[in-house]
């Protein structure tokens, strides 16, 4: 089955640390995004990709890296620099025309 | 920068009651409009999508749109304790090549048994 798989589903972390999240899709789609969810929060756009080894920063890029080196993965370095990184991470991938989003499971990540 | 407002409820509806959600938006210029459901701790997952003015019906739900009023409105019929949920409204921002989506803050929905 075609979908989204993101790992881990939680993930805890030191201050002080960089953590990646990966995200792979089998879907064949072009576009791929990183959000963040906060609680009571929408989602908030943290970078995205519209085809391999280019990449564009969203809302929120500042403490996080990606990189785009195949189709089928884009993920998702949670920095240091990040100051409050504990959230919902969720990727998607984008079907062209629509313009809907496909939703990975999501990574939960705490920093202790 | 481009807004999607919506009321963050909770919104409590008895079962088989109509639920009504509300959205606006301030970036005149979007096509698409998007409804997203996401279950507490889950991922968002799609209603519908609507891009005309009108009414769009899928099943129990129709989406409303007015593009005059920047506004657009999820109505689910016949309310089951299994759409208690968050939902999210998102519009698709405008400008050429843009595939980017904006995510309102979502409402929460209770349907009381």
């Not at chain 1, 920095?79 to 496909?102: D, M, V, W």
């Amino acid at each position: 089955d075609g979908g989204i798989t993101q790992s881990p589903k939680y993930l805890f972390r030191k201050e002080g640390q960089n953590v990646t999240l990966s995200c792979e899709q089998n879907l064949n789609h072009d576009a791929m995004y990183w959000y963040r969810q906060d609680p009571g929060q929408g989602l908030r756009l943290i970078y995205y990709s519209q085809i391999v080894n280019d990449f564009q920063k969203g809302d929120i890029a500042e403490g996080y890296s990606v990189s785009r080196e195949k189709k089928e993965s884009f993920p998702l370095t949670v920095t240091s620099a990040q100051k409050n990184p504990t959230a919902f991470y969720l990727c998607a991938s984008h079907i062209r025309g629509t313009g809907e989003l496909f939703f990975g499971e999501g990574s939960r990540l705490t920093v202790l | 920068q481009k807004e999607v407002e919506q009321n963050s409820g909770p919104l409590s509806v008895p079962e088989g009651a109509i639920a009504s959600l509300n959205c606006t938006y301030s970036d005149r210029g979007s096509q698409s409009f998007f409804w997203y459901r996401q279950y507490s701790g889950k991922s968002p997952e799609l209603i519908m999508f609507i891009y005309s003015n009108g009414d769009k019906e899928d099943g129990r739900f129709t989406a409303q749109l007015n593009k005059a009023s920047q506004y657009v409105s999820l109505l689910i019929r016949d309310s089951q304790p299994s759409d208690s949920a968050t939902y999210l409204c998102a519009v698709k921002r405008s400008g050429a090549g843009s595939y980017q989506l904006t995510f309102g803050k979502g409402t929460k929905l209770s349907v009381i048994p």
